[in-house]
């Protein structure tokens, strides 16, 4: 969980559902679904979980925040705080996700109780919540749930058959080879058209495949194709050939696909083009009997990128033998389904992503796991009814004042930079002017009536929701762009900005401490929540964002000179974080990075500059609270933000996978290239939180 950014496309974002506060509904207009009256306030004796802040008790004397102002600030509790056996990460954003989940565990108790309406959306969620903790029957079931598409696989015998089965398959929200989503046009942002781009990988990134030091995840993961074929009924002999057969098929994949860092340049994932001229570059894939297949208006224009993935893919589709795609599909659609089948499905399942991949140590309790069945397909619905629970209107309303303070810092910034010539600096205030901030939860909410859950299935119901929100997605073709649309759902402890829309957007959830609270001195919440909003603000011009202009088309409203003089800039922040080493021998990737550590730098820079206009508006705020000064506390609330442990495994799937650097390397990062860092805490040339002047990083 870390702030993100929504290019416009399907970008995959960490999204973890979290606590937002406690209130009354914001907007009475906006009732939780199907509530027929008021509901009683929420019972606040039901979150447990404390919230983290900006403690002096936590602070270490011993660490200079010269030398680091993470270790200074976030070193003793770290240590006190070790990450828990059922989690991959523990800090700040966990915290906050475990009160989430105490609320969201009361809420979908109640959905489940019996008394919500026939068809409501309470009974909806209270389907899924029921069969999901049903694990007698799920148990009893075993593979049968499953059993009749693992038929139709088991039926496929030629190219022709299993190209048929893959359309099939699209409709029922099951992508297996390649990604098939709906988002804006790179060049026409209003309108809606489809995008497909490379797929079909189950190890995280394609330099798991090569790589020397991952080859014990790659015999792990042939362990783990073996052993779930095996546990579907396939024959031991034929599993171990089989596994062996589809790892083989998922390599070649891998080598004709682009790394993540490739993929962070726009160009790579647009390529537009007609389904008849597609149809030419892959003779046994039809797009257009895809389209037609699914009844999407995407045969006149689609954005087909990475066209050497789908060579090879449609040349695969040719050559590999019709057992090995009987293998690769039957694998896949177990795998998919393993968490909401029996138990040695779902244990195969955590013991290779989980626990050999990220180092999770247990797994975490059944309530836990369901409550992320049901934000993963309901969670819009599950969102309502925490708004309506527990989010304060007076959050929303400072949040508004924060923006509007920040968008003035940031246009202050603009309007003086001394590299950026007159003519992109106009784009960029026009950018700067149309931003769309928002804040909380969307204004308009999805209707749910077409999904049918039912009562005695968990995989069916995760099976129908798949299905029903793919269709929902694939239903915006063709038309204009919903801007009242969220990306996110509201108990998100997140924050995104959005390329295609020139939006900022701040869930529900991440306005508490450590990011906002209403009573806290002013540097806290510059420090937390104000650091975010220019951070996604930032993202309008970032190595990706920049290269999109106002009305969210992307566009070079550049010149030449002046791109020149930004690379140059974002160069030196590559090689910056090229420098952190994140476990022995392993650096972070300044690249894959790079956009975040831009919003890093610019947002807390920006913030910073606001903190100032505030206390000068009321003097009489800028004064010291324990002990330290208002620049300090705003410093020292960024790193209490970043406040993080994680495994080794999982901070090595980041580093390869994550385009956020580790949250120490963020906590350090930007305070190290401010001046105001340094006079905030008189720090001196050859400290290690003073940066010189020939490495500096001086961007916005």
């Given at each position: 969980m870390s702030f993100s950014k929504v290019v416009p496309l399907s970008l995959s974002l960490a999204i973890a559902a979290s606590l937002a506060g406690c209130g009354a509904a914001p907007n009475p207009e906006a009732a939780a679904p199907d509530a027929a009256a008021a509901k009683p306030a929420f019972d606040q004796s039901q979150i447990k979980t404390q919230l983290i802040s900006l403690n002096a008790a936590d602070l270490d004397p011993s660490i200079s925040a010269c030398s680091d102002l993470n270790g200074f600030v976030n070193s003793k509790w770290l240590a006190a705080n070790p990450v828990p056996g059922d989690q991959v990460t523990w800090g700040s954003f966990e915290i906050l996700r475990e009160r989430s989940l105490?609320?969201?565990?009361?809420?979908?108790?109640?959905?489940?109780?019996?008394?919500?309406?026939?068809?409501?959306?309470?009974?909806?969620?209270?389907?899924?919540?029921?069969?999901?903790?049903?694990?007698?029957?799920?148990?009893?079931?075993?593979?049968?749930?499953?059993?009749?598409?693992?038929?139709?696989?088991?039926?496929?015998?030629?190219?022709?058959?299993?190209?048929?089965?893959?359309?099939?398959?699209?409709?029922?929200?099951?992508?297996?080879?390649?990604?098939?989503?709906?988002?804006?046009?790179?060049?026409?942002?209003?309108?809606?058209?489809?995008?497909?781009?490379?797929?079909?990988?189950?190890?995280?990134?394609?330099?798991?495949?090569?790589?020397?030091?991952?080859?014990?995840?790659?015999?792990?993961?042939?362990?783990?194709?073996?052993?779930?074929?095996?546990?579907?009924?396939?024959?031991?002999?034929?599993?171990?050939?089989?596994?062996?057969?589809?790892?083989?098929?998922?390599?070649?994949?891998?080598?004709?696909?682009?790394?993540?860092?490739?993929?962070?340049?726009?160009?790579?994932?647009?390529?537009?083009?007609?389904?008849?001229?597609?149809?030419?570059?892959?003779?046994?894939?039809?797009?257009?009997?895809?389209?037609?297949?699914?009844?999407?208006?995407?045969?006149?224009?689609?954005?087909?990128?990475q066209p050497g993935f789908f060579a090879e893919l449609d040349k695969a589709l040719a050559d590999v033998p019709a057992a090995t795609w009987q293998a690769y599909l039957r694998f896949h659609t177990v795998d998919n389904a393993a968490p909401y089948l029996s138990s040695a499905f779902e244990q195969a399942n955590f013991d290779f992503f989980n626990k050999t991949l990220r180092g999770q140590k247990e797994m975490q309790p059944r309530w836990k796991r369901v409550l992320e069945s049901v934000n993963g397909s309901m969670g819009e619905a599950l969102g309502q009814l925490y708004v309506d629970a527990v989010f304060p209107a007076e959050s929303k309303q400072a949040m508004q004042h924060l923006v509007e303070n920040l968008s003035v810092a940031l246009k202050a910034r603009l309007e003086t930079l001394p590299w950026m010539g007159e003519e992109t600096k106009k784009k960029a205030l026009e950018k700067?002017?149309?931003?769309?901030?928002?804040?909380?939860?969307?204004?308009?909410?999805?209707?749910?009536?077409?999904l049918t859950t039912q009562s005695d299935s968990y995989l069916g119901n995760m099976q129908a929701a798949r299905a029903f929100n793919y269709?929902?997605?694939?239903?915006?073709?063709?038309?204009?762009?919903?801007?009242?649309?969220?990306?996110?759902?509201?108990?998100?402890?997140?924050?995104?900005?959005?390329?295609?829309?020139?939006?900022?957007?701040?869930?529900?959830?991440?306005?508490?401490?450590?990011?906002?609270?209403?009573?806290?001195?002013?540097?806290?919440?510059?420090?937390?929540?104000?650091?975010?909003?220019?951070?996604?603000?930032?993202?309008?011009?970032?190595?990706?964002?920049?290269?999109?202009?106002?009305?969210?088309?992307?566009?070079?409203?550049?010149?030449?000179?002046?791109?020149?003089?930004?690379?140059?800039?974002?160069?030196?922040?590559?090689?910056?974080?090229?420098?952190?080493?994140?476990?022995?021998?392993?650096?972070?990737?300044?690249?894959?990075?790079?956009?975040?550590?831009?919003?890093?730098?610019?947002?807390?820079?920006?913030?910073?500059?606001?903190?100032?206009?505030?206390?000068?508006?009321?003097?009489?705020?800028?004064?010291?609270?324990d002990g330290h000064t208002q620049d300090q506390r705003f410093f020292m609330n960024w790193a209490t933000v970043w406040r993080r442990n994680f495994t080794d495994g999982e901070l090595r799937v980041r580093l390869n996978t994550d385009p956020h650097a580790p949250a120490n390397f963020r906590a350090n990062g930007a305070p190290s290239n401010m001046p105001s860092y340094a006079a905030a805490f008189q720090c001196k040339a050859g400290d290690a939180m003073v940066r010189g002047d020939d490495k500096r990083v001086v961007i916005w």
């Open positions: 105490e609320v969201q565990h009361a809420l979908v108790e109640q959905a489940a109780s019996g008394k919500a309406a026939a068809g409501s959306v309470e009974a909806k969620i209270g389907d899924i919540w029921k069969t999901g903790s049903d694990e007698a029957t799920i148990e009893a079931a075993g593979i049968t749930p499953l059993q009749p598409e693992l038929d139709k696989i088991a039926a496929l015998a030629d190219t022709a058959a299993i190209t048929n089965y893959l359309r099939d398959s699209y409709a029922q929200g099951n992508g297996f080879l390649f990604s098939l989503y709906a988002s804006p046009d790179f060049k026409d942002s209003g309108n809606v058209i489809a995008y497909v781009g490379q797929g079909g990988l189950g190890l995280p990134e394609k330099g798991y495949y090569f790589d020397a030091s991952q080859a014990g995840i790659r015999d792990a993961y042939v362990a783990y194709i073996e052993q779930l074929l095996a546990l579907s009924g396939v024959d031991a002999a034929q599993a171990k050939q089989q596994a062996k057969d589809v790892m083989a098929l998922e390599t070649r994949l891998a080598k004709a696909s682009l790394s993540r860092i490739e993929l962070r340049d726009p160009a790579k994932r647009y390529n537009p083009l007609s389904a008849a001229d597609a149809d030419k570059q892959t003779p046994n894939f039809s797009w257009t009997a895809l389209f037609d297949s699914l009844q999407v208006p995407a045969k006149d224009k689609f954005s087909l990128a700067w002017a149309s931003f769309t901030p928002k804040i909380g939860y969307p204004d308009k909410w999805r209707d749910w009536s077409g269709r929902y997605m694939l239903g915006k073709i063709g038309k204009p762009v919903d801007k009242t649309e969220w990306g996110m759902t509201p108990q998100t402890v997140n924050a995104y900005y959005n390329a295609g829309k020139n939006e900022i957007v701040f869930p529900a959830a991440i306005l508490q401490p450590p990011f906002f609270d209403a009573k806290a001195d002013p540097a806290l919440n510059y420090g937390g929540i104000g650091a975010v909003i220019g951070h996604e603000m930032m993202h309008g011009y970032d190595d990706s964002g920049s290269q999109f202009a106002a009305n969210g088309n992307f566009d070079n409203w550049w010149t030449d000179a002046d791109r020149s003089a930004f690379n140059s800039r974002t160069d030196q922040l590559v090689a910056q974080f090229d420098g952190y080493e994140a476990l022995p021998g392993v650096n972070v990737k300044g690249k894959l990075t790079l956009g975040e550590n831009i919003g890093d730098l610019g947002g807390l820079t920006v913030s910073y500059d606001a903190l100032q206009m505030a206390l000068k508006e009321k003097p009489e705020l800028n004064k010291p609270v």
